[in-house]
């Protein structure tokens, strides 16, 4: 019996998303400082956008955009060697291509998102570093990207 693909957004500075995204021959995906755990909830099937506040780790720059978006691929959460001891736990994701999602930044969906429950305090989920959202706010951050829709199935 298929399950239905499950939304989740990703929260990681622009420069590492951009990392999993155009890393070949695959794109992947890591959360939480490289954590397992929160991995291990996300399916094959489910669809990602990556949320960027600023363009480097600890940066002060407010970019505030998304991104990166695509669909988890078959298999388990592994650990890949990243050097200097950081041994991250991934997953697969086919990212829509650079060229064909475009960086989009968040504040014009904040009032649209259903996950918001207060426009002042729209970061407040942002902090837990993944977090699943609705079909409906996930077509928005794809329409958002000009994302290739039919390479996500929303």
């Known amino acids: 019996m298929a399950t239905t693909p499950r939304n989740w957004i990703a929260i990681a500075s622009a420069e590492h998303a951009r990392i999993g995204r155009d890393h070949r021959p695959m794109g992947f995906?890591?959360?939480?400082?490289?954590?397992?755990?929160?991995?291990?909830r996300i399916a094959p099937g489910d669809r990602v956008a990556?949320?960027?506040p600023a363009?480097?780790?600890?940066?002060?720059?407010?970019?505030q955009s998304f991104v990166s978006i695509g669909v988890?691929?078959?298999g388990e959460p592994y650990t890949a060697e990243m050097g200097n001891?950081?041994?991250?736990?991934?997953r697969d994701v086919k990212y829509a291509k650079a060229a064909e999602a475009a960086e989009a930044p968040i504040a014009p969906l904040i009032e649209a998102f259903e996950f918001v429950e207060d426009p002042k305090r729209w970061?407040?989920?942002?902090r837990f570093g993944l977090f699943e959202v609705s079909a409906h706010d996930?077509?928005?951050?794809?329409?958002?990207?000009?994302?290739d829709v039919n390479s996500l199935d929303l």
Request: proline residues 6%; hydrophobic residues 45%; without cysteine.
């Open 85 to 90: 001891g950081f041994v991250p736990w991934r």
């Open 138 to 147: 996930m077509r928005l951050i794809a329409d958002a990207m000009r994302a």
């Open 55 to 63: 363009t480097v780790f600890g940066g002060t720059d407010k970019l």
């Open 123 to 126: 970061g407040a989920k942002f």
């Open 29 to 40: 995906m890591q959360v939480g400082h490289g954590k397992g755990a929160p991995l291990k």
């Open 72 to 74: 988890v691929q078959p």
């Open 50 to 52: 990556y949320y960027s």
